[in-house]
């Protein structure tokens, strides 16, 4: 496509619920990475593939927090037992390749915990 | 641990009255300084990547500077149209490509 896609645009989710959020890259992007952006803060990030491989989780808060990119094209960031706290908007980018390249990011996916 | 601190955090200007705004960094060392644009409900638009002090880059009503230390972005005659929260980020070099970002400054064109 022509951009990164992020989808749902909107998630509203119950306390203790699983989400999946999901990213498309733009064609050809061999980098992707998830942000995390609460609101009046700039992104965090969360983790970085190169490909299928996850080349840097270093920034997923814990341990319910999941992402996969299985044929190194889409993404999906899984959140599982959502806590109130996990309400944010995340943002997915893509670059051709990692190093110094900008990336391109998505409108993002603003998550509602209630 | 790399630290971007952006300034002011948010900036009123009338339009046609020129401005920059401020990002200080610390970084073990930097792979590029970039800046990007977010409107309301949007994620970040990229602008410019800057690698060494010295370096300049224009686009359109911007102007983006580094030194060592710090980058600022040049605002010459601003438009309505230029009100968006704009972040600053760095890269760390090395195969890990994560930016750190500031918490961005909102600005506000009247016309």
């Known amino acids: 496509g022509a951009g990164v896609s992020q989808t749902p645009s909107n998630k509203v989710t119950e306390k203790g619920k699983y989400v999946e959020l999901r990213c498309d890259p733009i064609?050809?992007?061999?980098?992707l990475y998830w942000y995390r952006q609460s609101l009046g803060q700039g992104p965090e990030f969360l983790i970085y593939?190169?490909?299928?491989?996850?080349?840097?989780d270093s920034g997923l808060p814990n341990d319910r927090f999941f992402a996969v990119r299985p044929e190194g094209s889409v993404s999906t960031l899984k959140i599982q037992r959502t806590e109130r706290g996990d309400s944010a908007v995340y943002l997915c980018?893509?670059?051709?390749?990692?190093?110094?390249?900008?990336?391109?990011f998505g409108q993002g996916t603003r998550l509602t915990v209630v | 641990e790399d630290q971007v601190t952006q300034s002011p955090e948010a900036l009123r200007l009338q339009e046609g009255e020129s401005s920059s705004l401020n990002c200080s960094y610390t970084?073990?060392?930097?792979?590029?300084l970039f800046w990007y644009r977010q409107d309301p409900g949007k994620g970040p638009e990229f602008l410019f990547t800057l690698y060494s002090a010295g370096e300049e880059k224009e686009k359109e009503r911007l102007k983006a500077t580094l030194t060592k230390k710090e980058s600022f972005l040049h605002i010459t005659a601003p438009k309505p149209e230029d009100s968006a929260t704009y972040l600053c980020a760095v890269g760390a070099p090395g195969a890990n490509s994560k930016l750190t970002f500031g918490k961005g400054i909102t600005l506000s064109v009247r016309p």
């Open positions: 970084v073990s060392g930097l792979r590029g």
């Open positions: 593939f190169q490909g299928t491989g996850a080349a840097d």
């Open positions: 980018a893509s670059s051709l390749t990692a190093g110094n390249t900008e990336a391109f």
């Open positions: 064609s050809g992007h061999t980098a």
